[in-house]
T-cell receptor, first 115, second 117 residues
Framework: AQSVAQPEDQVNVAEGNPLTVKCTYS??????LFWYVQYPNRGLQFLLK??????LVKGSYGFEAEFNKSQTSFHLKKPSALVSDSALYFC?????????????FGQGTTLQVKP | DADVTQTPRNRITKTGKRIMLECSQT?????MYWYRQDPGLGLRLIYY???????NKGEISDGYSVSRQAQAKFSLSLESAIPNQTALYFC????????????????FGPGTRLTVL
């Protein structure tokens, strides 16, 4: 069965420090991986995705994610955190080997950036 | 994303009532989805539709029904609401061709917060 795990419910980081939000996945075939962000009282917003190619994917708001096939991980990173990055982050994997477009989401990680 | 709208944004109802949540999109996408979000559980897929004539159950469809009235409209109904359906509900759309954005990227509405007393 395909699944996504975000092992940390919350990540705390000081403003200006690098941040990492972890994600591991289990999928048959080649994974399509996504990161979304949810700000309070808003819907999810797309940050970045990995399909193939370079293992380091760059996305919106200065975020990037590193695909590691051997560790089945797709961690979200940012070199210097901002207070405004505080939000709920979701990792997702496309479901199935066919072109269904369905996504399976992790349980979410709350990122708290303190001044 | 203003291209995907949901009504109402908040709703409080009583057990046993029929409720309809509506979703409209101007992105021109064929694929639409309904999710519910519960704390600590992430998003779970209720129903999805690949076009007006193609409706599919997701992982938690029991107690819910949907209607795809047009390419742009996808409604979720709770026939007889119960308290454990209290949640945040999201509609999303996607484009499998990649013509209007990254392929298979889903675009979400602002959500409907439903409380069933």
């Amino acid at each position: 069965a395909q699944s996504v795990a975000q092992p940390e419910d919350q990540v705390n980081v000081a403003e200006g420090n690098p941040l990492t939000v972890k994600c591991t996945y289990s999928v048959s075939g080649n994974p399509y991986l996504f990161w979304y962000v949810q700000y309070p009282n808003r819907g999810l917003q797309f940050l970045l995705k990995y399909i193939t190619g370079d293992n380091l994917v760059k996305g919106s708001y200065g975020f990037e994610a590193e695909f590691n096939k051997s560790q089945t991980s797709f961690h979200l990173k940012k070199p210097s955190a901002l207070v405004s990055d505080s939000a709920l982050y979701f990792c997702a994997v496309r479901h199935g080997s066919g072109n269904t477009g369905k996504l399976i989401f992790g349980q979410g990680t709350t990122l708290q950036v303190k001044p | 994303d203003a291209d995907v709208t949901q009504t109402p944004r908040n709703r409080i109802t009583k057990t046993g009532k029929r409720i309809m949540l509506e979703c409209s999109q101007t992105k021109g996408h064929d694929r639409m989805y309904w999710y519910r979000q519960d704390p600590g559980l992430g998003l779970r897929l209720i129903y999805y539709s690949f076009d007006v004539k193609d409706i599919n159950k997701g992982e938690i469809s029991d107690g819910y029904s949907v209607s795809r009235q047009a390419q742009a409209k996808f409604s979720l109904s709770l026939e007889s609401a119960i308290p454990n359906q209290t949640a945040l509900y999201f509609c999303a759309t996607s484009d499998p061709t990649g013509t209007s954005g990254p392929r298979d990227t889903q675009y979400f509405g602002p959500g409907t917060r439903l409380t069933v007393l």
